[in-house]
Structure formats: structure tokens, C-alpha cells
């Protein structure tokens, strides 16, 4: 098993641009989530999905969009990017949203925008 | 409102001695909570849990401590090692809530 991987794994934009966070996970996991960590901080809840065609709003959601057509993937989109967007994101999926169960985490992608 | 708190950003040890990390929370929803370990460069990996109905877990060298009166989880870790070395994230949950809120996570440095 590859667990959960995230393409790209650096990413520069300009301010204004468009991009996608790729993310996918070869473990059949119910549930995955998008956090952002900032230097010093913790990871921030981004959006997150409890199963195939359903999505909800997390901690910090403003600015980025999902959607999850398959059980495998978790795309995350910035629809037009911002300075503040600056930081690693990680991806995550987990056997169920009952939270009795951990999270495994992807590598992360590191996105500078300028 | 931070619901979760680690309030030492930084701990230092001598290898051998044994590591304390805290955890605070203000959610008395929450019904798990799970510690998790993160490199430079990598993913946040899981490290041990333990349940709202429990007041200690332990796996090896990790024991974990729930004070549920108190709103305050402690990791252990006996006898620390410098491949110990890393940030460690506390993590609560409620049930089926969808979501895990984090800490601010806390740097362990175990010195040779």
C-alpha cells in the first residue's frame, strides 16, 4: 500500500492564481481531510469528507474549494491564491469519521504564494 | 478559542529520563484523544490514543494519561531516546463530529 500520497510536493504561485492539491489514498478509508500547518502552529482543519459525494467546512475554509467523486481522492482547490495561503498542507484519511480511529497523514505539499 | 492547548512549545531531556508532554482542552465533548509525532519534512504520524472512558493507555515506552476532571491529557515516554526527538501534537475528537482539532504541538529535544 502507497498509504495516502499529495501531489506536487513544493508549489510557487503568483497571487491570483488557480491550483490543485492533489491527494489520494490507496486504503478503502471512509473518511479524509485537508489542514494547513503554519510555522509554530498547529494543523487547521481546511474541509474535510466523511465519504464519497459528501463534504463539509472545517476550522479555516475560506478560499479553497473540495470535492470527492471517489472513496480514493480528495482534491484541494485554490481558487485564486493569496499570500496568506502560504504554508504546508496535509492531507489525512482514516477508517471512519468516528474519531476513534488515528489519521494517516500524506507528506505534505509546501505552497509559497508571492 | 484554542480548545486544544499544548502550552510548552519546547522540552528538553537527557536520554533515559523520562519525557512529559501536556495537554489541556476545554471541550468537554470531546471523547477521544490522540497523540501523534511529526518529523521535519514528513506527515503528523499516530503515536497512541485513548478514550474519554479510560484514565490511561499505554503501548511500550508511551503511556498516556486522562484526567477527565481536569480537561488535561499527558504523554509519557520512558525511556526517552534521541530518535524521540520531534514535535508532538495532542489531537481531541468527539464522536462522529468529522473532526480532530490539534494542539500547537510541542518540540521534544532528547539530548545523548
Known amino acids: 500500500n502507497a498509504g495516502v500520497t499529495q501531489t506536487p510536493k513544493f508549489q510557487v504561485l503568483k497571487t491570483g492564481q488557480s491550483m490543485t492539491l492533489q491527494c489520494a489514498q490507496d486504503m478503502n478509508h471512509e473518511y479524509m481531510s485537508w489542514y494547513r500547518q503554519d510555522p509554530g502552529m498547529g494543523l487547521r482543519l481546511i474541509h474535510y469528507s466523511v465519504g464519497a459525494g459528501i463534504t463539509d467546512q472545517g476550522e479555516v475554509p475560506n478560499g479553497y474549494n473540495v470535492s470527492r467523486s471517489t472513496t480514493e481522492d480528495f482534491p484541494l482547490r485554490l481558487l485564486s491564491a493569496a499570500p496568506s495561503q502560504t504554508s504546508v498542507y496535509f492531507c489525512?484519511?482514516?477508517?471512519?469519521?468516528?474519531?476513534?480511529?488515528?489519521?494517516?497523514f500524506g507528506p505534505g505539499t509546501r505552497l509559497t504564494v508571492t | 478559542d484554542q480548545q486544544v492547548k499544548q502550552n510548552s512549545p519546547s522540552l528538553s531531556v537527557q536520554e533515559g529520563r523520562i519525557s512529559i508532554l501536556n495537554c489541556d482542552y476545554t471541550?468537554?465533548?470531546?471523547?477521544?484523544f490522540l497523540w501523534y509525532k511529526k518529523y521535519p519534512a514528513e506527515g503528523p504520524t499516530f503515536l497512541i490514543s485513548i478514550s474519554s472512558i479510560k484514565d490511561k493507555n499505554e503501548d511500550g515506552r508511551f503511556t498516556v494519561f486522562l484526567n477527565k476532571s481536569a480537561k488535561h491529557l499527558s504523554l509519557h515516554i520512558v525511556p526517552s531516546q534521541p530518535g524521540d526527538s520531534a514535535v508532538y501534537f495532542c489531537a481531541a475528537s468527539a464522536y462522529n463530529a468529522g473532526k480532530s482539532t490539534f494542539g500547537d504541538g510541542t518540540t521534544l529535544t532528547v539530548k545523548p
Open positions: 471541550n468537554s465533548m470531546f471523547d477521544y
Open positions: 489525512a484519511s482514516s477508517y471512519s469519521a468516528s474519531g476513534a480511529y488515528e489519521q494517516y
